[in-house]
């Protein structure tokens, strides 16, 4: 705290009484001065302190993404892959993309929950096609990366742990049920996102919306095959 300097001026004025006049023969006798004016000082009042402004704040340190953009028949969706936090699965997703073994394949399913499907997912990719596929990639888990499948999440599609190839998921409105759960019994594993839709999530959420056939799918995913599938044309790295 910076205090200005106190200035302090005593001014002393003495005043002396004119001598009394004097008859003589008597002896001269000095004039009692009258009494001294006590000093005073006059103190400056110190100025308020200037208000102190704290630094600013250092900016977040956002972990490091990689953009690919991903056109299909039905409009372009930009997705950021996670290769800080989710490095091998972001890393086995780009692989595909720049080998182009996604060029040529679909968007194959969409399930919608909740009212008017405000909870669900998209799913496409190769389709488990032996002939697009790479070796499997290990599996990352939610607990490990600290991502988690809320609106807009990419996902890897597997059986068990460390058996995802090339099939993808997005999900639509929060799904962290999909999150791995280590105190569940038997596979609490989850899903392994590895990135986030950044521009077109409207269009994830109309492919969702499309017909699908009662018939075609096995399983969980029986009735939630589209009827006619979006046509993946390409998936590039981003500017």
Same mark, same amino acid.
């Given at each position: 705290?910076?205090?200005?300097?106190?200035?302090?001026?005593?001014?002393?004025?003495?005043?002396?009484? %004119?001598?009394?006049? &004097?008859?003589?023969?008597?002896?001269?006798?000095?004039?009692?001065?009258?009494?001294? !004016?006590?000093?005073?000082?006059?103190?400056? !009042?110190?100025?308020?302190?200037?208000?102190?402004?704290?630094?600013?704040?250092?900016?977040?340190? $956002?972990?490091?993404? !990689? +953009?690919?953009?991903?056109?299909?028949? *039905?409009?372009?969706?930009?997705?950021?892959?996670?290769?800080?936090?989710? %490095?091998?699965? *972001? *890393?086995?997703?780009?692989? /595909?993309?720049?080998?182009?073994?996604?060029?040529?394949? !679909?968007?194959?399913?969409?399930? $919608?929950?909740?009212?008017?499907? &405000? /909870?669900?997912?998209?799913? #496409?990719?190769?389709? #488990?096609?032996?002939?697009?596929?790479?070796?499997?990639?290990?599996?990352?888990?939610? *607990?490990?990366?600290?991502?988690?499948?809320?609106?807009?999440?990419?996902?890897?599609?597997?059986?068990?742990?460390?058996?995802?190839?090339?099939?993808?998921?997005?999900?639509?409105? %929060?799904?962290?049920?999909?999150?791995?759960?280590?105190?569940?019994?038997?596979? +609490?594993?989850?899903?392994?996102?590895?990135?986030?839709?950044?521009?077109?999530?409207?269009?994830?959420? $109309?492919? &969702?919306?499309?017909?699908?056939?009662?018939?075609? #799918?096995? #399983?969980?995913?029986?009735? &939630?095959?589209?009827?006619? %599938?979006?046509?993946?044309?390409?998936?590039?790295?981003? $500017?």
């Amino acid at each position: 705290m910076r205090w200005l300097g106190m200035a302090a001026g005593l001014a002393l004025l003495w005043v002396a009484a %004119p001598l009394a006049a &004097q008859t003589p023969p008597a002896a001269a006798v000095a004039a009692t001065p009258a009494a001294a !004016t006590p000093p005073t000082a006059d103190v400056a !009042t110190p100025a308020a302190p200037a208000a102190v402004t704290a630094p600013p704040a250092p900016p977040v340190r $956002k972990p490091a993404t !990689t +953009n690919v953009v991903m056109t299909t028949s *039905a409009g372009t969706i930009i997705i950021a892959l996670e290769t800080e936090r989710a %490095p091998a699965t *972001a *890393a086995n997703f780009l692989r /595909y993309v720049d080998q182009k073994r996604y060029d040529g394949t !679909t968007i194959y399913r969409a399930m $919608k929950l909740g009212k008017d499907g &405000q /909870y669900g997912l998209i799913q #496409g990719g190769i389709s #488990g096609n032996p002939k697009r596929a790479l070796a499997p990639v290990a599996h990352e888990t939610t *607990a490990k990366t600290g991502l988690t499948h809320d609106d807009g999440a990419i996902s890897m599609a597997r059986s068990t742990p460390g058996s995802a190839t090339g099939d993808f998921f997005i999900t639509i409105g %929060p799904m962290t049920g999909l999150d791995a759960d280590p105190a569940a019994k038997g596979d +609490n594993a989850g899903f392994a996102v590895f990135g986030r839709v950044v521009d077109g999530m409207d269009l994830v959420k $109309k492919i &969702q919306h499309l017909p699908t056939s009662p018939t075609l #799918g096995a #399983g969980v995913m029986k009735g &939630q095959m589209l009827a006619d %599938p979006v046509k993946i044309l390409t998936v590039r790295r981003g $500017k």
